[in-house]
């Protein structure tokens, strides 16, 4: 009996979890961000984003995911537990019974703990990548969000704008019928056009509802608290030169994901490598034989012949999941490349355009309006020209928002590329 209890103590001091392997630390335990509270009020790009890094629930999964890998680690460095093993022979007669305690402990060959340990820290760093990818697409949508509003808050203004426009030009036209200058029919217009425009507030109204849900639901508020959006939408950056970009993409998260899933692919091909030597367990033990009156020591070996599991499926597997990471890794080079240059062209084409708007096209449409409207007033041209002149200075106008909400996505589709914190 006092050789079965040694034996279950030596097998507790086995089992007994090692202080530093007993409770996984995690990475991200002191990287819980402030939570804000959306203000109701005006919302600046600054406060927009601490809502969004702070709340948002992709980047909360992520965050958690990337923590839950460091339990990969953890269990990846763990040793296999001993095996203890009671047999009893002749269990009717006390008296020529024999007791056999055997405690058994694997050893494991090969370096498969190591390659195991090594696989699972790579495994972690391709989530920690993948959770700053995370948090850069959110910014970089949060950002595309926020000045979608600020666009959607300029047309709602210059919708309103056309229809004061649209209702004087009416005033002018029912003035100068009543005068007898013109026809019923000029009025007729005017009232027409005063309903297009009207219709075109309700819309812009409409689209500048979806774009306020759109960025608060990057916080995870279907219905925003903010009174409006606080920027300027009419300034726009200078974008860094083309090898700036290519240089910065070698360190973007989804790049670096990519790259670090080659090398966990390797490192996995290493532990399928490992897995050909088979593990050695060690056996010692007590028999106690009563019809003898003496214990008896059992010592063991034991080891698998690889005749013909030598793990050959898994490492063949493995080797075609390596090829398979390298070639995900060098499409996604080549395909986060050319969508950083054709963000980039768009980007020049949407500013060199919204240039050209604000110097040229607009102050001409407003000066062929004002020339129409003061031609009409003086019985020199008809009401025709003066509408014609309203829809070119409106359709200008909303070509200028256009092309200003596409610059901002483009410069958003590089911050999402590159990974821009």
């Avoid at 007994?16 to 005006?42: C, I, K, M, R, W």
């Amino acid at each position: 009996m006092r050789s079965f209890l040694m034996i279950v103590g030596v097998a507790a001091a086995f089992c007994a979890p090692a202080p530093a392997l007993a409770q996984p630390t995690s990475f991200y335990g002191t990287d819980n961000p402030t939570v804000h509270l959306e203000p109701a009020s005006s919302l600046t790009l600054d406060q927009a984003l601490e809502l969004a890094l702070s709340s948002n629930h992709s980047l909360s999964s992520a965050r958690n995911l990337a923590a839950s890998t460091d339990g990969i680690v953890t269990q990846a460095g763990v040793i296999p537990n001993p095996e203890l093993s009671v047999e009893v022979e002749d269990t009717d007669r006390k008296s020529t019974r024999t007791t056999t305690s055997t405690l058994s402990v694997p050893i494991e060959l090969g370096g498969k703990r190591a390659a195991r340990i090594a696989a699972a820290e790579l495994t972690r760093d391709v989530a920690r990548s993948d959770l700053r990818g995370t948090r850069a697409d959110v910014r970089s949508e949060t950002v595309a969000a926020f000045f979608t509003v600020l666009v959607a808050q300029e047309q709602v203004a210059l919708a309103a704008s056309t229809v004061d426009i649209a209702r004087g030009a009416l005033r002018v036209a029912a003035q100068r019928v009543a005068a007898g200058k013109v026809p019923p029919l000029e009025a007729n217009r005017a009232q027409v056009e005063l309903a297009n425009t009207e219709l075109e507030q309700s819309m812009a109204a409409n689209s500048l509802k979806i774009a306020r849900q759109r960025l608060s639901s990057f916080w995870g508020n279907p219905s925003p608290v903010f009174t409006q959006a606080k920027g300027d939408v009419n300034t726009l950056p200078i974008r860094p030169p083309l090898d700036d970009l290519a240089a910065a993409l070698a360190s973007s998260p989804r790049l670096e994901s990519a790259r670090l899933a080659v090398e966990r692919s390797r490192a996995q091909i290493q532990v399928e490598r490992s897995k050909r030597y088979p593990d050695m367990t060690l056996s010692a033990g007590v028999a106690r034989n009563n019809e003898l009156g003496r214990n008896q020591t059992i010592v063991g070996v034991s080891i698998p012949l690889p005749f013909f599991d030598r793990n050959q499926g898994n490492l063949y597997e493995a080797s075609m999941l390596a090829y398979k990471s390298r070639d995900d890794y060098q499409g996604a080079k080549v395909q986060l490349t050319t969508e950083l240059q054709q963000a980039a062209s768009e980007f020049d084409i949407s500013k060199d355009s919204a240039q050209k708007f604000k110097s040229v096209i607009l102050p001409t449409a407003n000066q062929a309006y004002d020339t129409a409207r003061k031609g009409f007033e003086a019985g020199k041209f008809g009401f025709t020209e003066v509408l014609d002149a309203q829809r070119t200075l409106f359709q200008a106008r909303v070509r200028y928002l256009s092309v200003l909400s596409s610059a901002y996505q483009a410069l958003a589709q590089i911050d999402q590329i590159l990974g821009r914190k």
